[in-house]
């Protein structure tokens, strides 16, 4: 497995921007998909963005299109979340995912890190 590590949460206004890191460790990570997903309070975790192996594939939630991008490079081991035009529904942890095969789904993930604060006041 790998070992994933987030970084860059905060605390940010309504329209402003945050980049959030996932530093992997691990042999596998080149070839793993990656992907976000975030929880709110009393919310259920949910998918975020995702990004295959090679980067030539990413999805995303229809609710953060257009607003946020995934991206990886894999000679730093680190996947990265851009987030602009930042809304107050956005607010939530952010988990950083990994496996061979991801999908959508958090169970298709055996790999997460611990989690990311990103607070978008109005």
């Known amino acids: 497995q790998v070992q994933l590590i987030e970084s860059g949460g905060g605390l940010v206004q309504a329209g402003g921007s945050l980049r959030l890191s996932c530093a992997a460790s691990?042999?596998?990570?080149?070839?793993?998909?990656m992907a976000w997903f975030r929880q709110a309070p009393g919310k259920e975790r949910e998918f975020v963005a995702r990004?295959?192996?090679?980067?030539?594939?990413?999805n995303y939630a229809d609710s953060v299109k257009g607003r946020f991008t995934i991206s990886r490079d894999v000679t730093k081991n680190t996947v990265y979340l851009q987030m602009n035009s930042l809304k107050p529904e956005d607010t939530a942890i952010y988990y950083c995912?990994?496996?061979?095969?991801?999908?959508?789904?958090?169970?298709?993930?055996?790999?997460w890190g611990q989690g990311a604060q990103v607070t978008v006041s109005s």
């Open positions: 995912a990994g496996d061979d095969h991801g999908s959508y789904t958090s169970s298709s993930y055996r790999s």
């Open positions: 691990g042999r596998t990570f080149s070839t793993y998909t």
């Open positions: 990004i295959t192996w090679s980067g030539a594939s990413k």
